[in-house]
């Protein structure tokens, strides 16, 4: 029989998803025999098709209704009253979904769904909607796949499409919102030159503006600027310096709302050198200033070994050349650090370490970064991003299938949790159609500056990294912050990074190297075919990871649980569905009580009543120590091109010696880039963890939010979902009490 879907599919009639929802309903009143589940269902099937075979299908309330019917008549009322319960929780999403005014042909999730209609589905001249998900992603495949040959534009439009719907694969959000429309600009990140003249300051402003306009983080060195006070020759004046200068970066960003109604953010970067350095660590002190800038400090290695050895530091002039003072490199370093133990600014970026590896050093040197900082670039240059996600990356190992069916249900009614491992063909395929999607973005996009084309063109440069690797870590049981976790990151990301590198090369054959490939790192390694001066980048993922339901970037879960508002007034508990079927592996743990109980923490390491296997598996950002943060960072820095974006976090009783710890152990471990948020360390913070009907448990931040200040989050709306307070950080609405977010 086939079964008629509430979004329109067609499927067939599986036993064993009648099964699992039987039992997921038996196991939440305590019930624990899914034998008993399955000669539920089988009766259940046999019945539909006798009053429903005639027409060969039947619909989904259908099945539901005559699973209720058996229940009842065998006086299961206990599940019967769950299951119930369960498919009327799954109504209101569906009644939620449609009020959208969605059409839903994928099966989205309704915080998916929600981002998607906010951000990236097309809308008619009232503002209306007037596509389908389904149709969003035939859209951008199909825009990107006319960068291919005519004769295989339909076959790579099927591929491009296929990993989006699958959910394994999303390109960054400009792309989602702007292929095939009139706004065919495509990147999410840009770095323009700042120079050290009056005309070229406000020509670059002039020019960043307007990649803002077309949507689009900028960054920018401010390392050329003559410092503070400064002799300026064609005036009888003294220079401004550059952290007077943020103030017109952050002003125009105030003005210019980027697509999709999210205004820019900035990145600027100081060398550690300036004269003006120590004004730039302190310059977001008071967390009220400079709302859209953020800002790092461009740190050298021999800067590092002056700090380890307690050295003098010289100040330079960028002007003259000259050294103007001689500071304690310790010192400096130690007023970095207490800025970022008491707000989390500034970050820090490894200068040596990211020009030791660019690509094309005879093009020019990469002096600083995106807004988030995993992508180094040259000025006036762009790079396109994209993440797959790791999490449908996971099958069934050989040992499940080489059980009996018995000896199956035997092992998952013992509490035994089946292996599974890492799909490496699925993985291998998504990577290669990846990097042609990509690729394609780059010759597809349309840039709003033709320098910046130029250069991009160039370079050819593409970002792809992965998100959703706390929900793969958590699917193979292996701790976050276990030694077995790092390794696994390291294998996982030299995969992805050889299989990009070698599909890379296979589209230089079949489409031309990019351009600067001659002179390149790629060349004096022998490579003969490069399509792109850089493959691989870990961004923070921020919608998209939400569009794929999957967990941010690498990092790991900030939550476990927390509290959903339902129709305007019920606090429900919603549990990390991997956690709760990890729990309902263990005869009798299960309750709503305990479901409850985790709601209200968050974290479950204080709940011993849960075995200590799973406790160790399910370990939440604030549970794993700084160390093992910046390990992780290390692990995937590795095997990635261009940059890896991650926060680490520190309790709230960490000091600024801890703070320096991470600081030396990431320089260590060659990070090209740092950020550090204490817990509790800004007077208003806006992540939630183990949020109850009105009373939030812990805080922290990630690396999108860590840097909004106090002013932004005045005026604040209510989640739809959970009924939280949404902060507004850099344009982008978001809860972090349920994860809802709207922003591009």
């Not at 999730?109 to 909607?129: C, F, I, P, Q, T």
């Not at 017109?248 to 109604?261: M, R, T």
């Not at 988030?372 to 994209?386: D, V």
Request: proline letters at 4%; aromatic letters at 6%; charged letters at 25%.
């Amino acid at each position: 029989m086939k079964v008629l879907k509430r979004n329109e599919k067609v499927q067939e009639l599986d036993l064993e998803k009648v099964t699992d929802s039987i039992f997921l309903a038996a196991q939440d009143v305590g019930g624990t025999d899914k034998k008993l589940a399955q000669m539920i269902a089988q009766e259940v099937i046999e019945r539909l098709k006798k009053q429903y075979g005639r027409i060969k299908s039947v619909s989904s309330a259908e099945i539901g209704d005559m699973v209720e019917r058996i229940l009842l008549e065998k006086t299961h009322y206990k599940t019967a009253k769950a299951y119930i319960l369960n498919r009327e929780k799954k109504r209101q999403v569906e009644a939620s979904k449609r009020a959208l005014g969605v059409n839903d042909d994928v099966g989205l999730s309704l915080n998916a769904l929600m981002v998607a209609k906010e951000k990236y589905l097309r809308r008619d001249g009232e503002g209306e909607v007037v596509e389908t998900v389904g149709g969003m992603f035939d859209r951008t495949a199909q825009f990107l796949a006319s960068a291919e040959k005519p004769a295989k534009r339909k076959e790579w439009q099927a591929q491009f499409s296929k990993v989006m719907k699958e959910q394994r694969f999303m390109p960054g959000g400009r792309t989602l919102a702007n292929s095939g429309t009139a706004n065919n600009q495509l990147a999410n990140c840009f770095v323009m030159p700042m120079p050290d003249d009056i005309e070229g300051i406000f020509e670059s402003l002039k020019e960043s503006s307007i990649l803002k306009k077309y949507g689009g983080g900028v960054g920018f060195t401010f390392g050329h600027i003559r410092p503070k006070d400064d002799k300026v020759s064609t005036t009888s004046g003294a220079a401004c310096g550059p952290v007077a200068l943020m103030q017109l970066v952050n002003d125009a960003s105030d003005i210019y709302l980027q697509a999709g109604k999210r205004r820019s953010g900035n990145m600027v970067t100081l060398p550690i050198t300036h004269p003006d350095i120590i004004d730039f660590i302190h310059c977001k002190e008071s967390g009220y200033n400079y709302p859209h800038i953020n800002f790092s400090i461009a740190i050298t290695n021999k800067f590092i070994e002056a700090v380890k050895g307690n050295k003098e530091w010289e100040l330079i002039n960028p002007r003259t050349g000259r050294v103007t003072t001689k500071v304690s490199a310790r010192g400096l370093m130690e007023e970095a650090a207490r800025m970022a133990w008491k707000n989390g600014d500034p970050g820090l970026i490894f200068i040596d370490e990211i020009e030791k590896y660019n690509p094309t050093p005879h093009v020019g040197p990469l002096e600083t970064v995106n807004l988030c900082g995993e992508q180094p670039l040259l000025s006036y240059e762009a790079c396109n991003l994209g993440s797959i996600n790791l999490a449908v990356h996971v099958k069934e190992s050989q040992i499940k299938n080489s059980l009996p069916a018995d000896a199956a249900h035997q092992a998952s009614q013992a509490g035994q949790i089946l292996k599974l491992d890492i799909d490496y063909k699925k993985l291998e395929e998504t990577v290669r159609i990846a990097t042609r999607m990509l690729d394609d973005v780059v010759s597809v996009c349309e840039y709003p500056l033709k320098q910046v084309a130029d250069t991009v063109h160039g370079n050819r440069k593409i970002g792809l990294g992965v998100m959703g690797w706390a929900d793969m870590l958590v699917k193979l049981h292996v701790p976050y912050d276990s030694d077995k976790a790092l390794k696994l990151a390291e294998e996982v990301m030299q995969f992805v990074q050889k299989i990009g590198h070698d599909e890379s090369e296979k589209l230089g054959k079949e489409k031309g190297n990019f351009p600067n490939f001659k002179g390149s790192s790629w060349q004096k390694k022998g490579y003969k075919h490069f399509r792109n001066a850089t493959v691989t980048t870990i961004a923070p993922t921020g919608t998209i990871s939400m569009m794929a339901g999957a967990s941010s970037g690498i990092e790991p879960h900030f939550a476990l649980a927390y509290f959903r508002k339902s129709m305007g007034q019920y606090n429900l508990p919603e549990v990390n569905n991997d956690l709760v079927k990890a729990i309902k592996h263990v005869n009798g743990l299960y309750s709503s009580d305990l479901m409850d109980e985790i709601a209200r923490t968050g974290s479950i390491q204080q709940l011993v009543k849960i075995p200590k296997e799973i406790r160790e598996t399910f370990v939440t950002a604030m549970d794993i120590k700084p160390e093992t943060h910046v390990k992780m960072l290390a692990s995937f820095q590795k095997y990635t091109d261009n940059a890896v974006s991650k926060t680490i976090n520190l309790p709230s009783d960490a000091t600024v010696e801890d703070v320096m710890n991470v600081y030396m152990m990431a320089a260590d471990l060659k990070c090209k880039g740092i950020t550090v948020y204490r817990d509790k360390s800004r007077g208003e913070q806006v992540l939630n963890v183990g949020t109850s009907a009105n009373q939030p448990v812990r805080q922290s931040e990630n690396s999108e939010s860590r840097r909004s200040s106090k002013s932004e989050n005045q005026n604040k709306e209510l989640c739809p979902e959970c009924g939280n307070k949404l902060a507004l950080e850099e344009g982008c609405k978001k809860c972090y009490g349920c994860g809802y977010s709207v922003c591009g």
